[in-house]
């Protein structure tokens, strides 16, 4: 039953790969069951610093996003909006490192990062820098939509976004409590200067923490978002957003927005999102080389994954993981740190939601 669809998948992957328009006339063949993966970071997730009510709080949080997702394939939609779709959810949520409630620069500025792209054609857009869109992955979406380009960076994407009609939000929006607590803590124990509270806000007292685990030791970088997904008609795609690495240098830009490292997708192999310290990722092209090993090395997705993470990036003494999809439905995750936020669901199955590295 499983080979029989894998071998249906591989025909419309080719199809929509090399002949993209030919691919919409086949829509009633492909009757291929979609399938998605998420994440919402790697990094050292104890269970003592998480606590039962953070458990909770997250693995909520990961249900709801999933949802979102799944909701857009079961309806038919494309990979590409069930990964937009579902990354604006996480990006809305103050509990990850991405859009509201993402990191601070040692400066104390949300500089944040996103990547999509569709394995259908291998178009992409990536934005790095920006400060104002509520949804950076929509962003780097109208890049690939309504530029030539694929990256855009600072504050030319910033002014791109309220060209492009994207919902724009103030500093004060991205502001948690959690996150400016976690980057003072940091910068103080670094000897570093601390800066002033962002202007708007709200005095300190006044909020309330959004999750312990943000103010443990070693976490201060959880919370970067992905998602890989698979749509009826046999495409994939992927998308990863993140406000990078807490107390970065300003301009300093990671893996997320580049594409092959902390993103990628192609119809030929599979679409990876990654996690982790960007520096490896960049160096080790992590999302393409796992891609790279299911193209050319015939590996299945999950090995290729391990390969990758479990030697390639712990013999850089890298942190982080990736999740990823094929075509024929494989799905993967892979992570060399005690935890990774993630979850994932096939079309008439149900969502598996993990956090520890002792959990399947
Ligand atoms: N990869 C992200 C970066 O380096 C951070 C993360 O995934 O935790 O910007």
Not at 177 to 198: A, C, M
Not at 202 to 225: C, D, F, I, K
Not at 274 to 300: K, S
Not at 316 to 342: C, E, K, Y
Request: glycine share 14%; charged share 20%.
């Amino acid at each position: 039953m499983r080979i029989a669809w894998g071998v249906c998948m591989v025909a419309g992957m080719m199809t929509a790969a090399v002949h993209p328009a030919m691919s919409q006339g086949m829509k009633s063949e492909a009757a291929h069951h979609w399938a998605i993966v998420v994440h919402g970071g790697a990094g050292v997730i104890a269970r003592p610093e998480l606590g039962p009510k953070g458990e909770a709080a997250y693995r909520a949080s990961l249900a709801r996003a999933i949802a979102v997702g799944a909701k857009v394939l079961d309806a038919g939609g494309t990979a590409m909006d069930a990964v937009e779709a579902t990354v604006k959810v996480f990006e809305d949520d103050p509990l990850f490192n991405a859009g509201r409630g993402a990191v601070f620069t040692a400066e104390g500025k949300n500089e944040m990062d996103a990547a999509i792209m569709d394995g259908a054609t291998l178009r992409a857009g990536a934005v790095a820098g920006v400060t104002q869109p509520r949804h950076p992955i929509s962003l780097a979406r109208a890049v690939m939509e309504k530029t030539h380009y694929v990256m855009m960076a600072g504050p030319g994407a910033d002014a791109f976004s309220v060209q492009a009609g994207l919902e724009q939000e103030p500093p004060a929006y991205f502001f948690t409590e959690s996150r400016w607590q976690s980057l003072v803590k940091q910068l103080k124990k670094e000897g570093k200067p601390v800066p002033p509270r962002p202007v708007g806000a709200p005095p300190p007292g006044q909020t309330v923490p959004v999750a312990q685990l943000n103010e443990a030791e070693g976490s201060r970088n959880y919370g970067t978002v992905g998602v890989v997904a698979l749509d009826r008609k046999g495409n994939i795609a992927a998308g990863t957003s993140t406000g990078g690495l807490q107390g970065k240098m300003p301009g300093r830009v990671g893996d997320s927005p580049i594409i092959g490292a902390g993103t990628y997708a192609s119809n030929q192999s599979c679409a990876v999102s990654g996690t982790g310290t960007g520096e490896y990722f960049i160096r080790l092209e992590v999302a393409r080389e796992v891609c790279n090993l299911v193209q050319f090395r015939g590996m299945r997705l999950q090995q290729a994954a391990d390969e990758v993470i479990h030697k390639e990036l712990d013999a850089l003494h890298g942190d982080g993981g990736v999740i990823a999809i094929t075509p024929d439905g494989q799905m993967a995750w892979s992570f060399n740190t005690p935890g990774m936020f993630r979850a994932r669901q096939a079309e008439g199955g149900k969502v598996e939601i993990g956090i520890y590295n002792d959990e399947p």
